[in-house]
């Protein structure tokens, strides 16, 4: 049992590496690495795709290594290879992105990302730091997660949904903000989950022993 996390240079991933090999040793689901390799993210029993910076930029980096991005839409869309994308890597599963410029995403989860835009004034933007999760739907990688358990944020977009039945779970922020989106075998965080604490890394665990 082999989990990937795709480098496509997109952000530190020294963090998330060390939180799901913790995790996998843990549940006894194999090893964890980190590789910018078309042929092992086709290999892969699950896929991790993580992502830190602008939707176009991550976009533009992951299609650009047009073999990799073609290993991973068969694993995940023909294989049913688990997947979580993780915040940008979240976001990219999305019909389209408006940050700067409208940019089309893998239409995995139907939805499209936008700028938050709290309705008190005074929150500020980026959204950062711990917010409470409120569970919208149950799901196995929620497993052990309840509403108020906290998750750590760095976000200005999240995902505005078309099919609420796609959206797990949300956190207020000025309204609702998308925290996250799953739908057959396909799961997505808005936040770290590898510096969440407890819930983030019993999400971790949950994925990694998840059977979809």
Avoid at 14 to 34: C, N, P, T, Y
């Amino acid at each position: 049992m082999r989990t990937v996390l795709i480098d496509y240079d997109s952000g530190n991933l020294h963090s998330a590496e060390k939180a799901f090999q913790r995790m996998a040793l843990e549940r006894d689901a194999g090893e964890v690495i980190v590789s910018d390799r078309a042929e092992d993210v086709a290999s892969a029993d699950r896929i991790v795709l993580p992502g830190d910076g602008a939707f176009p930029a991550c976009r533009s980096q992951l299609f650009e290594r047009s073999d990799l991005f073609e290993a991973l839409n068969e694993a995940v869309t023909q294989k049913g290879r688990p997947f979580m994308g993780i915040c940008v890597g979240m976001q990219l599963m999305a019909n389209r992105g408006f940050e700067y410029e409208e940019v089309d995403g893998f239409g995995w989860i139907n939805g499209d990302v936008k700028r938050i835009a709290p309705k008190n004034s005074n929150l500020k933007i980026p959204h950062m730091g711990w917010n409470e999760l409120i569970i919208d739907a149950p799901h196995p990688v929620l497993d052990g997660v309840t509403n108020g358990d906290h998750a750590y944020f760095v976000h200005s977009y999240q995902m505005e949904m078309h099919s609420m039945d796609e959206r797990l779970a949300h956190v207020e922020y000025g309204g609702d903000v998308t925290a996250v989106v799953g739908m057959q075998n396909r799961i997505g965080v808005q936040f770290h989950p590898e510096k969440s604490q407890s819930a983030g890394l019993r999400m971790i665990g949950n994925f990694l022993t998840w059977a979809p």
